[in-house]
């Protein structure tokens, strides 16, 4: 069975600070993976997503950057956090037709200090 | 670019009734996807309902119903006999045929009222 692993759970970090949040998948080959952020009043956000190794999508302009260099493997992040960085990041995979649902990990909530 | 939007930022609704959540979407497209998902208090994200644009019929999960009007661009969760589990955040999401961005609305907080 697919599972989806997303690292780490919880992150407090100062504003200027790096960031990296890793995200693999197990159990299935060539995955869609996306990153979304979760902000209070602001549902969830498209980051990136991307459809194959070093093939990046990114939707929203900002600090932040995503990389997959493994199959299964999504990372996102920053060189400088910023406070409004902070918020609850979710990772998730789909297999790669139409109408397959997402499956996401635990999350990663980010206060940025 | 298309949009979605979840009009109703929180909803009440007693034990064993009936709540309807809505949820319109912007597009140009006539072939695409839209999604109901569930996230309870753990956050973790689960799916509850798909549907097909392409299908008049509208999908039903046990429980949960949607109605779909694809000319009024309107695509509503109807969760019958509400139970306690039901307490959640519920997202709207769509998804364009031959595309892989999935974008959501903001969300609907549900409260069952026991």
């Known amino acids: 069975s697919q599972t989806i692993h997303q690292w780490p759970a919880t992150l407090v970090q100062p504003v200027g600070s790096p960031l990296s949040l890793e995200c693999t998948v197990e159990?299935?080959?060539?995955?869609?993976l996306y990153w979304y952020r979760q902000a209070a009043g602001r549902g969830l956000q498209l980051l990136f997503y991307?459809?194959?190794?070093?093939?990046i999508s990114s939707e929203v302009p900002q600090n932040l950057s995503a990389s997959r260099p493994q199959d299964r493997q999504f990372i996102l992040s920053s060189k400088k956090l910023l406070l409004s960085d902070s918020g609850f990041y979710l990772c998730?995979?789909?297999?790669?037709?139409?109408?397959?649902?997402?499956?996401f990990g635990n999350g990663t909530r980010l206060t940025v200090t | 670019a298309q949009t979605v939007t979840q009009s109703q930022p929180e909803m009440s609704v007693q034990e064993a009734e009936t709540v309807t959540l809505s949820c319109t979407y912007d597009?140009?497209?006539?072939?695409?996807?839209l999604f109901w998902y569930k996230q309870p208090p753990s956050r973790q994200m689960i799916l509850v309902i798909r549907?097909?644009?392409?299908?008049?019929q509208n999908a039903t999960e046990n429980r949960f119903s949607v109605n779909f009007q694809k000319a009024a661009k309107s695509f509503s969760l109807k969760i019958s006999d509400s139970q306690l589990g039901d307490a959640a955040m519920y997202f709207c999401?769509?998804?364009?045929?031959?595309?892989?961005?999935?974008?959501f609305g903001k969300g609907t907080r549900l409260h069952i009222l026991p």
């Open positions: 991307s459809v194959g190794i070093g093939q």
């Open positions: 998730a995979w789909k297999v790669g037709w139409r109408n397959s649902p997402l499956h």
């Open positions: 999401a769509y998804e364009k045929n031959r595309d892989d961005k999935i974008i």
């Open positions: 549907q097909e644009a392409y299908k008049q």
């Open positions: 597009t140009s497209e006539s072939d695409y996807y």
């Open positions: 159990g299935t080959s060539n995955p869609n």
